[in-house]
């Protein structure tokens, strides 16, 4: 039943789509005085058709064969391979008879819409759902940063809080990360580090580096240690793992945060641990359970996050 219905959706997407580009085509046509022999959503190949009703000079119809549509214009040879049109002289009504910028704007005219229909929908879409963002400030004043191995070699810790990039401050913690800042010169960030600003330069080196792992980042936000997603039948899911579950403690260590979390774990790899976590928002020590879990077992396991909300703002 979900194929039927994903199969009427692209169906109906495509008519509209090819009603409005087509009509792009006919509504310049018909505005330089052109005559419109045919208008059809999908093809009426062999002469088959669904519907058909003729108004005017113009046949309007819905064809069988769901890959298009096309308007037939007088004068002009175009899906329908009508050539015998040709054979006459040019008359004032057909698209041969008008001068070269009105037979370039029919033709653009399609196009034209599905440009225009293009931009109306992102402006929608953009009117609607706003501009998502995590703000800056949101992670300065909560946990601050979580440290990749890149961003070790560069100088930062976990729970370094950004304030600058290049002397500038930034609204969105996004723009951040944004590769476009290590192609710059200098790099440098501004920190804040115990209550103490500082200043970190990245080398070229790292810059380098970075450009090079196609997606690595100095740093990411740094979240809790609550589980996103447990996959089905890995070392996670038969140890017990839930999504939403957070870890409280890893071999009676206090963890607080994610980056604890994998340190945790690599001071006891190949071995069994006992993992504590907090399940359905108990209080720690409250509902928690205690399962003996190998090294490997946390794999098969995402992190998720209940990190600041990102803020949404209508431009």
Known sequence: ?????????????LAILVSLHEWGHYIAARSFGIRVEKFFIFFDAWGIKLFSKKINDTEWGIGWLPLGGYVKIAGMIDE????????SEPKDDEFRGKPAWQRLIVMLGGVTVNFILGILIFSLMLFYYGDQFLPNQAVVQGNG???????????????DKVLKVNGQEVLKFRDLRDPAYLLSDDLSYAIERGGESMEIPVADSIKKKLLESKGQSLFDIRFKPYVGQVVKKSNADKAGLKVKDRVISIADKEIQFFDELKSALDEHKKEEVDMVVERDGAAAGCGSWRRTVPRRGWYGAAGGTEATSPARRRC
């Open 80 to 87: 329908s391979l009508d050539k015998e049109q040709l054979k």
């Open 145 to 159: 940063i979580m440290v990749s191995e890149f961003g070790q070699q560069a100088g930062f810790k976990n729970g």
């Open 1 to 13: 039943m979900g194929t039927v219905v994903m199969i009427g959706q692209l169906i109906l997407a």
